[in-house]
C-alpha cells in the first residue's frame, strides 16, 4: 500500500478482497484500488473523492431462494452515504 497526505490525500491497495462473501468467500477483490480526495472537506467530516480507480474488480453476488439480491456492504459503525461524493469513478476490465 502507498499513502500521502499532501498536496491531496492519495491511497493506492494491491490485492484487496473484501470479506462477506458466501461460505466464507471474498465478497469483492480488485486487483488494485487507488484514490484522491480533496483535503478540506475531511476537516467538515466529509469525504470527496475527486478520482477513484479500480482494475480488474470482481463481486460475488448471493442470491438468496426467493429471488433477493445481498450485496450491500454493512458498516460496523454509523455511516452517513450523504458525506461521500465520488466526482470520477474509472473501472478497468471490470
Known sequence: ATARLLPFPSVTFSNVAVAGGPNGQPAMTVETFSMDAELAPFLRGE???????????????DIAANGTVDWAMRPSSPFDPGQVSIEKLTVTEG
Do not use: E
Open 47 to 61: 469525504v470527496l473523492i475527486f478520482d477513484m480507480r479500480l482494475v480488474r474488480p470482481k463481486a460475488i453476488i
